[in-house]
T-cell receptor
Framework: DGGITQSPKYLFRKEGQNVTLSCEQN?????MYWYRQDPGQGLRLIYY???????QKGDIAEGYSVSREKKESFPLTVTSAQKNPTAFYLC???????????????FGPGTRLTVL | GESVGLHLPTLSVQEGDNSIINCAYS??????FIWYKQESGKGPQFIID?????DKRQGQRVTVLLNKTVKHLSLQIAATQPGDSAVYFC??????????FGPGTRLSVLP
């Protein structure tokens, strides 16, 4: 059963803590993405990775970090430096991400992070 | 980019009627567009896509229309069903750059 999985579904964090959100895909996609979704707004790109061991900042990378040690996995850490981390976080993947060629992005089920 | 707001526009349709959801995109150079469906608390689900060399594309019960002159994209859903109730949003892409996502429209299907 191919797809993108995210865990946990719900995550609660105390102020000052770092938390890591998991994203795994078995679609053999090269590119992976992290987005943040806030009520009434379009998705905003946090980080993306085109290949293993490489990643790039998106529009709102401050307070977040990522790693891409394996093709299948792209975990996101929300650090204590992120001032307003409560949001719905979505991971996505696409077959490739190269200039002048666009592949469809497919999304995982999301993780809702709440800061207490 | 698109303006943002706390409240999504809502479209209410009677079950069995056709629905038309609109999206005004921002970049005249965008060449690829996707419509997604997102149910409450879930991740977005791909519905249909279209490239800028086309005006229309049909899927199962859905049709996407692209008007490049006025930078407008629409999604038509035929014979709307209760299971179609969700937020629908469009995404645009400019030749492999990052996608830009609209805030979405909430579709409510009335019995």
């Amino acid at each position: 059963d191919g797809g993108i999985t995210q865990s946990p579904k719900y995550l609660f964090r105390k102020e000052g803590q770092n938390v890591t959100l998991s994203c795994e895909q078995n679609l053999n996609h090269d590119a992976m993405y992290w987005y943040r979704q806030d009520p009434g707004q379009g998705l905003r790109l946090i980080y993306y990775s085109q290949i293993v061991n490489d990643f790039q900042k998106g529009d709102i990378a401050e307070g977040y970090s990522v790693s891409r040690e394996k093709k299948e996995s792209f975990p996101l850490t929300v650090t204590s430096a992120q001032k307003n981390p409560t949001a719905f976080y979505l991971c996505a993947s696409s077959k490739t991400r190269v200039a002048r060629s666009t592949d469809t992005q497919y999304f995982g089920p999301g993780t809702r992070l709440t800061v207490l | 980019g698109e303006s943002v707001g706390l409240h999504l526009p809502t479209l209410s349709v009677q079950e069995g009627d056709n629905s038309i959801i609109n999206c005004a995109y921002s970049n005249s150079a965008s060449d690829y567009f996707i419509w997604y469906k997102q149910e409450s608390g879930k991740g977005p689900q791909f519905i249909i896509d279209i490239r800028s060399n086309m005006d229309k594309r049909q899927g199962q019960r859905v049709t996407v229309l692209l008007n490049k002159t006025v930078k407008h994209l629409s999604l038509q859903i035929a014979a709307t069903q209760p299971g179609d109730s969700a937020v629908y949003f469009c995404a645009e892409n400019n030749y492999g750059q990052n996608f830009v996502f609209g805030p979405g429209t909430r579709l409510s299907v009335l019995p």
